[in-house]
């Protein structure tokens, strides 16, 4: 498994950051991203404990669930399917009110599932492939959301 984190400040108050963040809908404001969908509705808010959401990226398909919503400082996921197949332990964002705006820190624990090629080579191929799109992904999501709440 490979653990991956991208942080970034955004010059905006923490509720607006995590209401933004956590809509993924509006991730669709990426380049990198191409559709995002909540596919259930979550107990007490959208997208909440519970929810479901579907993202189509540049990376691929994914199916995720809410698994813990704390407005506005925390929210966990986990990818339950996805394209290409893989496992997934833990997505996690954590919003930190900092002065004149919020850190914003996005983690997610995956590796590539390859069965025919054993751990030790879907380690590699998570290193060398997933890590950095996942890390262009993540930081082009949060530079859109910089964007938008920074106008």
Do not use: N
Request: aromatic share 10%; charged share 20%; glycine share 8%.
């Amino acid at each position: 498994m490979e653990t991956v984190t991208v942080e970034r400040f955004i010059a905006a108050p923490v509720q607006d950051v995590f209401g933004w963040l956590t809509t993924t809908t509006h991730y669709e404001a990426s380049p990198l991203v191409l559709r995002c969908r909540l596919a259930r509705r979550g107990a007490g808010a959208a997208y909440g404990v519970g929810a479901v959401r579907r993202h189509l990226w540049l990376t691929g398909w994914f199916e995720e669930h809410i698994t813990r919503y704390e407005p506005p400082y925390l929210t966990e996921y986990v990818v339950v399917r996805s394209l290409p197949p893989a496992r997934h332990e833990l997505g996690r964002m954590t919003f930190t009110e900092a002065d004149g705006g919020t850190h914003v820190r996005w983690s997610t624990r995956a590796e590539i599932r390859v069965p025919f090629l054993g751990a030790g080579p879907a380690r590699r191929l998570t290193r060398l492939i997933a890590r950095p799109l996942i890390i262009r992904a993540f930081g082009s999501i949060l530079d859109a959301a910089a964007a938008a709440l920074t106008r």
